[in-house]
């Protein structure tokens, strides 16, 4: 598991959590992650396999881009299929990912 992510100009400390719990609305509800945009931190359940935490690192980083947008209304169903699909994605296209990233760090 990687240790920070930046998103847009924050770098983000990636932690994982044991007992990955938060309380909303005065119900206790169990995670696979969440992102903490006032402490700069994404917090990974640690029991999930790999890929799930893989998926979960894209969920929450996409909460975090559309944030850093001032997009508000950010439906979990959405940001789910989009944090699994680009998992898929990168899995599935190996050399797309790698010519992505040749073309970006060569100023694209």
Do not use: S
């Not at 998103?7 to 509800?29: H, M, P, S």
């Amino acid at each position: 598991m990687i240790k920070t992510l930046r998103i847009g100009g924050f770098v983000f400390a990636v932690k994982q959590e044991k007992n990955l719990t938060a309380d909303f609305g005065g119900q206790t509800t169990r995670y696979n992650g969440i992102i903490r945009y006032e402490d700069c931190e994404i917090e990974i359940a640690a029991d999930r396999p790999e890929p799930v935490k893989a998926a979960t690192l894209w969920h929450e980083a996409l909460h975090g881009i559309l944030e850093q947008a001032g997009i508000v209304d950010q439906p979990e169903n959405i940001i789910t299929a989009l944090g699994y699909g680009v998992v898929a994605l990168f899995r599935d296209n190996p050399a797309f990912v790698r010519w992505t990233a040749k073309v970006m760090r060569n100023g694209g």
